[in-house]
């Protein structure tokens, strides 16, 4: 069974930075990607980052230049650095895998951000 754990989240002032991971186990397997979604009350959950095996890494736009993913392949584990936070990026934040392109998604139970003064 697979499972995945995020820790990092909390309370930070706008402009603070959060460095988010998760680890995975349940699994000998490298996962095909790694990532993270967000969700905001009232909102969909949305992708904020996603780091592919290739080593391709996608970003919401509205992250671009402030978040950074890496991952750890070998450990399956997988980080979300965030640097001057908003009050918009406030939300739950989910760690996300897959297997495969194909296959199951894996999701962690969530960790929440608060971007407030």
């Known amino acids: 069974q697979v499972q995945l754990v995020e820790s990092g989240g909390g309370l930070v002032q706008p402009g603070g930075s959060l460095r988010l991971s998760c680890a995975a186990s349940g699994t000998i397997f490298s996962f095909y990607v790694m990532g993270w979604f967000r969700q905001a009350p009232g909102r969909q959950r949305e992708l904020v980052a996603a780091v592919i095996s290739s080593g391709t890494t996608n970003y919401a736009d509205s992250v671009k230049g402030r978040f950074t993913a890496s991952r750890d392949i070998a450990k399956n584990t997988v980080f979300l650095q965030m640097n001057s936070l908003k009050p918009d990026d406030t939300a739950v934040y989910y760690c996300?895998?897959?297997?495969?392109?194909?296959?199951?998604?894996?999701w962690g139970q969530g960790t929440q951000v608060t971007v407030s003064s």
């Open positions: 996300h895998a897959k297997l495969n392109k194909y296959g199951s998604d894996y």
